[in-house]
């Protein structure tokens, strides 16, 4: 079966960085566009990257432009999103989305971005 489990979320100060992680299993990984998105509290889901199944094209909202990177490693089965000068309106429940049909996510991990 599908399944996708984020991580690497936790407590970081203003201006840190966090790397999160995302390992899917159950499908061809490398066929796949991924998106990352992440709902604040209180608020939807927010789109905030996306990258090409062979990880040539990328691309992200205006709000984390130059701060954030989306990568994957197709032999590991995994998805990555290093977050770099982190600001506290960023935190939110980051999750990993599968772009298909059915739209499979994960759990999402928890940042929070707090002095």
């Known amino acids: 079966q599908v399944q996708l489990v984020e991580s690497g979320g936790g407590l970081v100060q203003p201006g840190g960085s966090l790397r999160l992680s995302c390992a899917a299993s159950?499908?061809?990984?490398?066929?796949?566009?991924m998106n990352w998105v992440r709902q604040a509290p209180g608020k939807g889901l927010e789109w905030v990257s996306e990258?090409?199944?062979?990880?040539?094209?990328?691309s992200y909202t205006d709000s984390v432009k130059g701060r954030f990177t989306i990568s994957r490693d197709n032999a590991k089965n995994t998805l990555y999103l290093q977050m770099n000068s982190l600001k506290p309106e960023d935190t939110a429940v980051y999750y990993c989305?599968?772009?298909?049909?059915?739209?499979?996510w994960g759990q999402g991990t928890q940042v929070t971005v707090s002095s």
């Open positions: 990258i090409s199944n062979g990880g040539g094209r990328t």
């Open positions: 159950g499908f061809t990984f490398g066929r796949y566009t």
């Open positions: 989305r599968q772009i298909s049909d059915q739209g499979y």
